[in-house]
């Protein structure tokens, strides 16, 4: 709440720090000659920035930080030993001071006797320590705010150069935010990393990435068992091309055919509706794909191959009959179809769009040539377009490789390394969902593999979209 | 007839390079004489060769905007004429016309009569596919194909069907080539892409591509706008040697070019036909006060 009012505070200062600024430098360039080397605004933007950012950095930090600090100071005050707190409990006891003085109501653990009374002192001992602390920081930041207003009013003259400093201080901070996303885009790699090579100290990369027996289960009941490849990624791997390709299949002709007859075709009317349609289509949450896939297509399939099953039956077809007959609702067919219809607007407006950039000029030539519509789309328009929309179509299949939602609805848990799309095979992202839900302790290979796993995954998708991103520009450069 | 430069129905004899088969094509299905004498009567001093191209009462509109006004332009065959006017005028829209690319323009409307031969090309028995084959265009700036140089004149050719092998189609692609004085620069990296080519030799490329189908009437929308006096003496030195065996139409900004390949002129003004003679004529004794005030570069 004080940190709050303090952050109200700043902006209020920085405010009028503004307009003194500014006013200063009216001021300064009304009586003397020649132009001023900033405008006004500039001026008051520098002041304003001295005055608000140092303290608001401050009060950020604190609020991200702050809680550590207390903790080390609480903890730098043992409990006495009567209290009868070992020391492998200490962290949880000093976590529990922490919470109830931060206003939870009771602590996780009872605390009784000798041990209630060094709890009850350490609460309010952390509590006195934490509004000391609320107002040192709100103190300090009060300070610097009024520090850098008195460093940086005085600077302000007619030939002060405020533009230049400004621009400075604002790419200064467009720095800091890419720099934040880049860091954590390589912690999240980083952790990664870390924790893969936890997993790969118990399972060796080799047995992991070429075996091709997937059963984590058993691995975790006994340790010998891991060691004979339980933990082979193959039939994972096989599962998630297997169903990727089903989803291109379905994806790239139906996604390239629309993609050509709305950037062709398509009247100005008709585009009007098919392209906010598509559009929609594309923002139709996954899980909803999912359960579409599980409770509508995956029925609807197998009753369909059941019914054809029993025709078969006893004819010369026999065994083929017999197996249509008992195919499951989890067969690789439905997830694939399901995910295919996903990507099918993904695939279509990126490869619009890239039909539309082939330019007018080669579509006129083509015309005057006497080539008719067809002629020119699958010779001049395609060849042209073609290094993008093979690049749309491996970022589709990086999209289809990575996504979990549908299958983790509607493709199966069993791993099978097979082919047939009416068999019920598991993906990598599935797995790595049912190795992590549920009580997890991160300390056994089985949760570790879905590290593993996705380590896997990362470095595929990130090949096929630097392929991808590589022909976009090459293509950009083409037309430029 | 007069002309400023050399008669068109005496042609300077040198040997053709295009194989004899393409003259042929058309030759069998388009009759070469059409002459209208009331048309031409029109014209005090329009050649008395045949006339290829006619168009009657061209009214263009783009939506609401009306860009062209009730023209009515003779065009001889085996001639160079020239379209001038000011720019925004609508020698393009009027270029266009006659070869139905104002049909991919959405919102684009034409009224009147264009006859090529005789025939209207915007009846509904013409297909503006087959129009386009005899009707063959060149636009403003370069338009190579990203395909090879190869392929890039194979094209029509091959999509007409016009070349009976693979002998043939080389033999078409050089022929094209040479005519459009290319071949010598290119001929060893035919295979490479036509995109890669200088801006001269691309118009050149274009050229080639626009004649290896051997259509009958070629428009020139200012082919040499983007190009140096040496490629640009190249280009006119083509056209003089296409009018030939091509009609052909330029327009075209300088005064001086006109001058120098055509043999007749019109001049454009607002989206209305000024004044249509031969270029003599026209630079000489125009008959309009708007067309000295252009060609003497007062306004435009
Ligand atoms: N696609 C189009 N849509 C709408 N208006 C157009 C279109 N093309 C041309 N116009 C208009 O028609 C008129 C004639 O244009 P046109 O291109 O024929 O002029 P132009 O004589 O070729 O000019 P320039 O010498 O600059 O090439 C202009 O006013 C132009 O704005
Ligand atoms: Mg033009």
């Not at chain 2, 393409?22 to 006339?51: F, K, M, N, S, Y």
């Not at chain 2, 036509?194 to 189908?213: D, M, P």
């Not at chain 2, 001086?256 to 001049?267: E, G, L, N």
């Given at each position: 709440?004080?940190?709050?009012m303090?952050?109200?505070?700043?902006?209020?200062?920085?405010?009028?720090?503004?307009?003194?600024?500014?006013?200063?430098?009216?001021?300064?360039?009304?009586?003397?000659?020649?132009?001023?080397?900033?405008?006004?605004?500039?001026?008051?933007?520098?002041?304003?920035?001295?005055?608000?950012?140092?303290?608001?950095i401050?009060?950020?930090?604190?609020?991200?930080?702050?809680?550590?600090?207390?903790?080390?100071?609480?903890?730098?005050?043992?409990?006495?030993?009567s209290?009868?707190?070992t020391?492998?409990?200490?962290?949880?006891?000093?976590?529990?001071v922490?919470?109830?003085?931060?206003?939870?109501?009771?602590?996780?653990?009872?605390?009784?006797?000798?041990?209630?009374?060094?709890?009850?002192?350490?609460?309010?001992?952390?509590?006195?320590?934490?509004?000391?602390a609320?107002?040192?920081?709100?103190a300090?930041?009060?300070?610097?705010?009024i520090?850098?207003?008195?460093?940086?009013?005085?600077?302000?003259?007619?030939?002060?150069?405020?533009?230049?400093?400004?621009?400075g201080?604002?790419?200064?901070?467009?720095?800091?935010?890419?720099?934040?996303?880049?860091?954590?885009?390589?912690?999240?790699?980083?952790?990664?990393?870390?924790?893969?090579?936890r997993?790969?100290?118990?399972?060796?990369?080799?047995?992991?990435?070429?075996?091709?027996?997937?059963?984590?289960?058993?691995a975790?009941?006994?340790?010998?068992?891991?060691?004979?490849?339980?933990f082979?990624?193959?039939?994972?791997?096989?599962g998630?091309?297997?169903?990727?390709?089903?989803?291109?299949?379905?994806a790239?002709?139906?996604?390239?055919?629309?993609?050509?007859y709305?950037?062709?075709?398509?009247?100005?009317?008709?585009?009007?509706?098919?392209?906010?349609?598509?559009?929609?289509l594309?923002?139709?949450?996954?899980?909803?794909?999912?359960?579409?896939?599980?409770?509508?297509?995956?029925?609807?399939?197998?009753?369909?191959?059941?019914?054809?099953?029993?025709?078969?039956?006893?004819?010369p077809?026999?065994?083929?009959?017999l197996y249509?007959?008992?195919?499951?609702?989890?067969?690789?067919?439905?997830?694939?179809?399901?995910?295919?219809?996903?990507?099918?607007?993904?695939?279509s407006?990126?490869?619009?769009?890239?039909?539309?950039?082939?330019?007018?000029?080669?579509?006129?030539?083509?015309?005057?040539?006497?080539?008719?519509?067809?002629?020119?789309?699958?010779?001049?328009?395609?060849?042209?377009?073609?290094?993008?929309?093979?690049?749309?179509?491996?970022l589709?299949?990086?999209?289809?490789?990575?996504?979990?939602?549908?299958?983790?609805?509607?493709?199966?848990?069993?791993?099978?390394?097979?082919?047939n799309?009416?068999?019920?095979?598991?993906?990598?992202?599935?797995?790595?969902?049912?190795?992590?839900?549920?009580?997890?302790?991160?300390?056994?290979?089985?949760?570790?593999?879905?590290?593993g796993?996705?380590?896997?995954?990362?470095?595929?998708?990130?090949?096929?979209?630097?392929?991808?991103?590589?022909?976009?520009q090459?293509?950009?450069?083409?037309?430029? | 007839?007069?002309?400023?430069?050399?008669?068109?129905?005496?042609?300077?004899?040198?040997?053709?390079?295009?194989?004899?088969?393409?003259?042929?094509?058309?030759?069998?299905?388009?009759?070469?004489?059409?002459?209208?004498?009331?048309?031409?009567?029109?014209?005090?001093?329009?050649?008395?060769?045949?006339?290829?191209?006619?168009?009657?009462?061209?009214?263009?509109?783009?939506?609401?905007?009306?860009?062209?006004?009730?023209?009515?332009?003779?065009?001889?065959?085996?001639?160079?004429?020239?379209?001038?006017?000011?720019?925004?005028?609508?020698?393009?829209?009027?270029?266009?016309?006659?070869?139905?690319?104002?049909?991919?323009?959405?919102?684009?409307?034409?009224?009147?009569?264009?006859?090529?031969?005789?025939?209207?090309?915007?009846?509904?028995?013409?297909?503006?596919?087959?129009?386009?084959?005899?009707?063959?265009?060149?636009?403003?700036?370069?338009?190579p194909?990203?395909?090879?140089?190869?392929?890039?004149?194979?094209?029509?050719?091959?999509?007409?069907?016009?070349?009976?092998?693979k002998?043939?189609?080389?033999?078409?692609?050089?022929?094209?080539?040479?005519?459009?004085?290319?071949?010598?620069?290119?001929?060893?990296?035919?295979?490479?892409p036509?995109?890669?080519?200088?801006?001269?030799?691309?118009?050149?490329?274009?050229?080639?591509?626009?004649?290896?189908?051997?259509?009958?009437?070629i428009l020139?929308?200012?082919?040499?706008?983007?190009?140096?006096?040496?490629?640009?003496?190249?280009?006119?030195?083509?056209?003089?040697?296409?009018?030939?065996?091509?009609?052909?139409?330029?327009?075209?900004?300088?005064?001086?070019?006109?001058?120098?390949?055509?043999?007749?002129?019109?001049?454009?003004?607002?989206?209305?036909?000024?004044?249509?003679?031969?270029?003599?004529?026209?630079?000489?004794?125009?008959?309009?006060?708007r067309?000295?005030?252009?060609?003497?570069?007062?306004f435009?």
């Open positions: 709440m004080l940190i709050l303090v952050l109200l505070a700043l902006a209020a200062l920085s405010a009028g720090a503004y307009a003194m600024g500014r006013r200063k430098a009216r001021q300064a360039t009304a009586g003397a000659a020649g132009r001023p080397h900033s405008l006004p605004g500039y001026h008051g933007a520098y002041v304003a920035l001295w005055t608000g950012l140092p303290a608001a401050l009060l950020f930090a604190f609020v991200a930080f702050g809680g550590r600090i207390e903790y080390a100071l609480i903890s730098a005050d043992p409990p006495p030993a209290a009868g707190i020391a492998e409990r200490m962290a949880t006891y000093y976590g529990d922490q919470s109830v003085a931060n206003g939870q109501s009771t602590s996780a653990v009872v605390y009784e006797g000798a041990a209630k009374t060094a709890f009850d002192a350490a609460v309010a001992h952390a509590r006195s320590t934490d509004t000391l609320r107002l040192l920081a709100a300090a930041a009060l300070v610097l705010a520090g850098g207003f008195l460093l940086a009013f005085p600077k302000l003259s007619k030939d002060f150069r405020a533009r230049n400093r400004v621009e201080l604002t790419s200064a901070v467009l720095i800091v935010c890419s720099v934040v996303a880049v860091m954590t885009t390589l912690g999240i790699v980083m952790s990664l990393l870390y924790e893969s090579l997993f790969f100290q118990a399972v060796s990369p080799l047995s992991f990435l070429f075996g091709t027996d997937w059963d984590p289960q058993i975790m009941r006994t340790d010998q068992v891991m060691t004979h490849g339980a082979g990624a193959i039939p994972l791997f096989a998630t091309f297997l169903i990727m390709i089903i989803a291109m299949a379905v790239a002709p139906v996604g390239l055919y629309s993609a050509i709305l950037a062709e075709y398509a009247g100005r009317t008709t585009r009007a509706v098919v392209k906010p349609a598509l559009e929609i594309a923002g139709v949450p996954t899980v909803v794909y999912g359960f579409f896939a599980a409770l509508t297509v995956g029925p609807l399939f197998r009753s369909g191959f059941n019914a054809l099953g029993a025709q078969l039956v006893g004819g077809l026999n065994d083929l009959g249509l007959g008992q195919v499951q609702n989890q067969m690789a067919l439905v997830a694939g179809a399901v995910m295919g219809i996903m990507l099918i607007p993904f695939v407006s990126l490869s619009d769009d890239i039909i539309n950039a082939v330019p007018q000029a080669l579509r006129d030539g083509s015309y005057a040539m006497g080539a008719t519509k067809s002629e020119t789309i699958k010779r001049v328009i395609l060849p042209a377009a073609l290094p993008g929309v093979v690049a749309a179509l491996l589709a299949m990086s999209r289809a490789i990575g996504e979990t939602m549908i299958v983790t609805l509607a493709a199966g848990l069993q791993a099978k390394l097979t082919a799309p009416l068999d019920t095979v598991t993906t990598v992202t599935v797995q790595i969902v049912t190795l992590l839900t549920g009580d997890t302790e991160f300390d056994n290979p089985k949760t570790l593999a879905a590290f796993l996705g380590l896997t995954l990362f470095a595929i998708t990130l090949v096929l979209n630097i392929i991808a991103l590589r022909i976009v090459k293509y950009r450069e083409q037309y430029d | 007839m007069s002309y400023i430069s050399k008669d068109p129905s005496n042609p300077s004899g040198s040997p053709m390079t295009t194989p004899e088969r393409h003259q042929g094509d058309h030759a069998d299905g388009v009759p070469e004489i059409r002459l209208r004498t009331a048309a031409i009567g029109a014209h005090a001093d329009a050649p008395t060769g045949t006339l290829k191209v006619q168009a009657k009462k061209i009214n263009v509109f783009y939506g609401a905007k009306q860009a062209l006004f009730d023209v009515d332009v003779d065009i001889p065959g085996k001639a160079v004429t020239a379209f001038i006017g000011p720019s925004g005028c609508g020698k393009s829209t009027f270029l266009r016309c006659i070869n139905r690319m104002n049909d991919t323009i959405p919102g684009a409307k034409v009224t009147g009569e264009v006859l090529l031969d005789g025939e209207d090309v915007n009846d509904r028995q013409i297909d503006p596919v087959t129009l386009r084959a005899r009707v063959g265009m060149v636009f403003q700036k370069p338009n194909f990203p395909k090879s140089i190869f392929e890039n004149v194979a094209y029509g050719p091959r999509i007409h069907g016009l070349a009976a092998g002998a043939d189609l080389e033999e078409i692609v050089e022929a094209s080539l040479k005519r459009a004085s290319l071949w010598e620069e290119v001929k060893d990296r035919l295979n490479q036509g995109t890669g080519l200088s801006g001269g030799q691309q118009q050149r490329l274009v050229i080639a591509r626009a004649i290896a189908v051997a259509p009958e009437v020139m929308d200012e082919p040499c706008s983007a190009l140096d006096p040496i490629a640009t003496a190249r280009i006119e030195e083509l056209i003089d040697e296409l009018r030939q065996q091509f009609c052909i139409v330029i327009v075209t900004h300088s005064m001086a070019q006109a001058a120098r390949v055509s043999q007749r002129t019109s001049f454009f003004h607002l989206g209305k036909l000024v004044e249509s003679g031969s270029t003599e004529e026209m630079f000489t004794n125009p008959k309009d006060s067309t000295q005030d252009y060609i003497t570069g007062r435009g």
